[in-house]
């Protein structure tokens, strides 16, 4: 099981919480395999939204959306790449000013 594989290889860190945010994760990167020809960035700015830690997270909390996030690419080739191609395209657009305030980084 992929969320399985995923969360295995993250320690430290509320086993609840985190197969939460990877079936989160999960289903937005299935999200963009379905429509990657989406540029809009409001995907990206749902993926920044799960992997931005609050303030009140510890080092180890804060990296383990981005380690979930790894784990579960190497674990489903498939969604890796659509996930590639998408920010592939969206990048290629030129909207970069779009995707930065739409996903979240420039805040």
Do not use: K
Not at 35 to 44: H, K, T
């Amino acid at each position: 099981m992929p969320l399985g594989i995923a969360a295995a290889h993250i320690s430290g860190v509320s086993t609840h919480a985190l197969r939460h945010d990877l079936e989160g994760i999960e289903s937005l990167l299935g999200e963009v395999a379905q429509s990657p020809e989406d540029l809009s960035g409001e995907f990206l700015g749902r993926l920044v939204a799960f992997l931005r830690p609050t303030r009140m997270h510890s080092a180890s909390e804060a990296s383990a959306p981005i380690e979930g996030l790894i784990a579960l690419l190497a674990a489903r080739p498939m969604l890796a790449a659509a996930f590639s191609d998408h920010v592939r395209a969206v990048l290629l657009s030129r909207m970069h000013r779009t995707l930065y305030a739409e996903s979240g980084i420039l805040t």
